[in-house]
Nanobody, 115 residues
């Protein structure tokens, strides 16, 4: 089993920055991919960015050039650096980890971009 704990969400003005952190614990050696998803009210949960155990990254077109995903191996932590935030980035952001057989989710952290 894998447990994920997010931190770093909050309220920020348009154009501002936030950094989200997700700490993984448990059977972390089995994780091959970690990432961030977000879900706005009335919308589907969507992939924001992901990083593999080989450090390959994938980011959504809507955030490319503004958001950067990175990780530390010890402890096993993934980060999402969010710059030039826009009101449309407002959502609950969820940390995600994948093994070859299971998906794991954090509890979510609220990011609100507003004047």
């Amino acid at each position: 089993q894998v447990q994920l704990v997010e931190s770093g969400g909050g309220l920020v003005q348009p154009g501002g920055s936030l950094r989200l952190s997700c700490a993984a614990s448990g059977t972390i050696f089995s994780i091959h991919r970690m990432g961030w998803y977000r879900q706005a009210p009335g919308s589907q949960r969507e992939l924001v960015a992901a990083i593999t155990s080989g450090s390959s990254t994938n980011v959504a077109d809507s955030v490319k050039g503004r958001f950067t995903i990175s990780r530390d191996n010890a402890p096993n932590t993934v980060y999402l650096q969010m710059n030039s935030l826009k009101p449309e980035d407002t959502a609950v952001y969820y940390c995600h980890a994948a093994t070859y057989s299971h998906n794991y989710w954090g509890q979510g952290t609220q990011v609100t971009v507003s004047s």
